[in-house]
Nanobody, 126 residues
Framework: QVQLVESGGGLVQAGGSLRLSCAASGRSFNRYTMGWFRQAPGKEREFVATINWSSSRTYYADSVKGRFTISRDNAENTVYLQMNNLKPEDTAVYYC???????????????????WGQGTQVTVSS
């Protein structure tokens, strides 16, 4: 079993920044791909960013490319999402997720992830 706990959400003005953290416990953190997703009210949960086990590969949704940065610290069992130049449309509950599939690459498909955190709310005011 893997437990994922997100933190760092909050209320910020447009143009501001937040850094989300996701602390993992359980199985070996450095063996799996991690991802961030978000879900706004009334919308489907959508992909935001992903990073492979070694941090050698990252991939972003077009809507956040150039503004968000995903990173991980395998020694601390933590993955981060640095969010800059936030916009009101970034308002959502943000979830981290872990994918145990072999291959070592990135993963943007929600259904491929095995474990999910409980989410953290990000609200961007205009």
């Amino acid at each position: 079993q893997v437990q994922l706990v997100e933190s760092g959400g909050g209320l910020v003005q447009a143009g501001g920044s937040l850094r989300l953290s996701c602390a993992a416990s359980g199985r070996s953190f450095n063996r799996y791909t991690m991802g961030w997703f978000r879900q706004a009210p009334g919308k489907e949960r959508e992909f935001v960013a992903t990073i492979n086990w070694s941090s050698s590969r990252t991939y972003y949704a077009d809507s956040v490319k150039g503004r968000f940065t995903i990173s991980r610290d395998n020694a601390e069992n933590t993955v981060y999402l640095q969010m800059n130049n936030l916009k009101p449309e970034d308002t959502a509950v943000y979830y981290c997720a872990a994918d145990f599939s072999p291959g070592g690459g990135t993963q943007s498909v929600r259904g491929e992830y095995d474990y999910w955190g409980q989410g953290t709310q990000v609200t961007v005011s205009s």
